[in-house]
């Protein structure tokens, strides 16, 4: 991660709620939203629809951009966005290297992953996010559920899982928090050094592992945002898998009955994931027959 600022750093609109009548800086921001987006305006554009009706006191919107056209996201920020937005374009060099510039650019106490095209659930989202974390003493870090949209536009929550009993699998089961339902006390995803970007697939997850070993998660008992499958993560889920399994060896390090058990439940999840993308996933043979029984 880079630990620099670069110099051409573009800082749009500035919300005056953090400055003083003289112009300083009176505080920095509760929270920073990164938001990575490349070749994506319209998906950008979602986000900032679903952004614009929360409570923005206090929030930076960082935007990590690496679009091939780089006039038409600081065009739409300058003329659609009236909060305080760091906005910076960097070559296309992988999500995760996008979500490290923005972990350097934050200034806000917690930082929160919020791609292009992901929406938060509700327009109160960010004030009851607010509130339960004052609520909870400001915790290193906290989770919310997440709901997928599917075809339809409905938005499906994953049943609940119980966190200490997921750890004690080593989480090889699935279960785990999404990056659109987690957010991170910035110098606690500072000090563990952002996103290997030697991952394609499981950055995201890698990062969640080590933070697991370090701190005890605060869940919280709402749904804080949604988003629609079929990124990188639906289209290359076998290197999911697999990638999924080198972050749990390295951060885990399971041993004995546990890495057996381990390689066991990651087995039977990768069979599990092998038969839904090959046969009732959208667009295979026994999609539409599924839906029909579960409606």
């Not at 119980?162 to 006390?185: I, N």
């Not at 546990?258 to 043979?285: H, I």
Request: proline residues 6%; contains cysteine; charged residues 25%.
């Amino acid at each position: 991660m880079t630990c620099e600022r670069e110099s051409t750093r573009h800082t749009l609109i500035v919300d005056k709620s953090h400055r003083g009548a003289s112009g300083a800086r009176k505080e920095s921001p509760w929270i920073s939203i990164v938001t990575p987006v490349m070749n994506g305006l319209p998906e950008l554009k979602l986000t900032w629809e679903s952004l614009k009706v929360q409570d923005r006191a206090g929030v930076e919107w960082v935007v990590i951009d690496s679009s091939r056209a780089r006039e038409e996201v600081p065009r739409f920020l300058d003329e659609a966005v009236d909060l305080h937005v760091t906005y910076r374009w960097q070559k296309p060099r992988g999500i995760f290297v996008a979500m490290n510039r923005g972990i350097t650019e934050a200034r806000g106490t917690y930082t929160y992953f919020l791609n292009a095209g992901d929406t938060f659930a509700f327009p109160e989202s960010l004030a009851v996010l607010k509130s339960a974390i004052d609520e909870y003493g400001q915790p290193p870090w906290v989770y919310a559920d997440v709901a997928m949209v599917d075809d339809q536009g409905r938005g499906l929550v994953p049943h609940g899982w119980v966190h200490e009993e997921e750890r004690e699998r080593c989480f090889a089961r699935g279960h785990f928090p999404c990056h659109q339902g987690t957010v991170v006390r910035t110098s606690v995803i500072r000090s563990l050094g952002g996103f290997d970007p030697s991952y394609i697939i499981g950055g995201d997850y890698d990062l969640f592992l080590r933070v697991d070993r370090l701190y005890p998660p605060v869940r919280l008992p709402f749904t804080l945002a949604r988003f629609a499958p079929g990124g990188a993560s639906s289209r290359r889920w076998f290197t999911g898998i697999r990638e999924f399994h080198r972050a749990r060896r390295l951060s885990l390090r399971p041993s004995g009955w546990q890495a057996v058990r381990e390689r066991v439940d990651t087995v039977w999840y990768g069979g599990k994931t092998v038969l839904y993308r090959s046969l009732w996933a959208p667009g295979k043979p026994l999609h539409l027959a599924v839906r029909r029984i579960r409606d």
